[in-house]
C-alpha cells in the first residue's frame, strides 16, 4: 500500500500525466458530493489547475452545486469539453447531457461507457481531477478504478457506525482495485444548533477517526453538520469559494493534498 506521502509527492511532482483521485464513500448521502465540490473549488483557489469527473452516473449534482446546471458541454475532436463554472473549476456530469427530472436507467455496460466519456475528454491543462464515485461498492466503481487507475482515492463517512462499516468496504474496494487510499474524512461532525450555540453530536463523534486508526489509514479532517453548508450547496455556491467558518474545513483538507 502506497502512503499518503507517495501521492502527495506524485501531486507536487512535474507532472506529465494528469492525475485522478476518486471520492468515495460506502454509501449515498454521507456527503461526497459536497465534499468533492468543495475540495476541487478549494484546490482552484490554492492556483491548482482542477477538472471534476461526476462519475454518478445515476445521481448527477455536480451542476448544481458548482452552478452550471443547465449547460451543456461541447464537442470537440469527437471528445466532451467540459463546462467551466464560476469557482475555476471545469466540470463533466451526466447532469450537463440528460433532460431536467429523466431518470437513467443504464444498465452497466452502458454506464461504464458514459463514465469513459466524461473521463476520456478535452481536460486541456487540468493536473488533477477529482472524480465524485457512484456511491457504494458495485461493479461499476470497480471498473471504472481499475480502467483508470487514479492515483489516490479519499473516503468519506459520517461517524455513525453503520457508515463506518460501509466506509470499510469502500477501503477493501479500493484495495482491490489496488488504488492507494489517500485517507478518511468526517462529514457531519458535530452540529451546533444556530440558535443556542449547543453542539451535539447526532451521528456520533469521532468515529471515522478511530476506524481510520483501525485500518491504519491517514484521517484527513471533520466537516461539521452545518445548515450553510446545506443552503450555499445548494444554490450553486460552495462554502470553499467563500471566506466564512464553513470553508475552512475544505481549506484545510485541500492544503493537506497539496503540502
Ligand atoms: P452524497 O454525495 O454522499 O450522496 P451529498 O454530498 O449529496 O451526499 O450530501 C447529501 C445532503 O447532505 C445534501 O443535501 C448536502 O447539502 C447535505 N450535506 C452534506 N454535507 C453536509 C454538512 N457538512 N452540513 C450540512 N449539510 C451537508
Redesign the pocket.
Known amino acids: 500500500q502506497d502512503t499518503v506521502d507517495d501521492v502527495r509527492i506524485a501531486m507536487t511532482a512535474e507532472r506529465k500525466t494528469r492525475q485522478l483521485i476518486a471520492i468515495g ?1 460506502g454509501k ?8 468533492t465540490a468543495n475540495l476541487a473549488v478549494a484546490l482552484a483557489r490554492k492556483g491548482r489547475k482542477v477538472g471534476l469527473v461526476d462519475a ?1 452516473i445515476y ?1 448527477p ?1 455536480q451542476p448544481t452545486l458548482l452552478g452550471n446546471y443547465g449547460q451543456r458541454p461541447e464537442v470537440s475532436e469527437d471528445k466532451l469539453v467540459p463546462v467551466a463554472s464560476k469557482f475555476g473549476v471545469p466540470v463533466l456530469s451526466m447532469g450537463h447531457l440528460i433532460d431536467a427530472g429523466r431518470a437513467i436507467a443504464w444498465r452497466g455496460p452502458m454506464a461504464g461507457k458514459a463514465l469513459t466519456q466524461l473521463i476520456d475528454a478535452q481536460w486541456g491543462d487540468a493536473e488533477v481531477i477529482l472524480v ?1 464515485l457512484p ?1 457504494g461498492t458495485g461493479d461499476v466503481q470497480l471498473t471504472m478504478l481499475q480502467k483508470f487507475k487514479p492515483a489516490g482515492a479519499i473516503i ?1 463517512s459520517t461517524p455513525q457506525d453503520l457508515a463506518l462499516i460501509d466506509a470499510a468496504r469502500a477501503g477493501q474496494l479500493f484495495d482491490e482495485a489496488e488504488v492507494p487510499v489517500i485517507g478518511l474524512v468526517e ?2 461532525a458535530g452540529y451546533a444548533c444556530p440558535h443556542c450555540g449547543e453542539l451535539s453530536d447526532p451521528f456520533g463523534k469521532g468515529g471515522v477517526e478511530t476506524a481510520a486508526g483501525r485500518l491504519e489509514l491517514p484521517f484527513l479532517g471533520r ?5 450553510d ?2 443552503q450555499s ?2 444554490a450553486g455556491t460552495p462554502p470553499a469559494a467563500g471566506d466564512s467558518a464553513q470553508a475552512a474545513p475544505f481549506l484545510a483538507i485541500a492544503e493537506q493534498l497539496d503540502a
Open positions: 464513500s449515498g448521502g454521507v456527503g461526497k458530493s459536497t465534499l454518478d445521481g449534482s465524485d456511491p468519506v462529514n457531519m466537516i461539521p453538520l452545518h445548515m453548508i446545506r450547496s445548494d
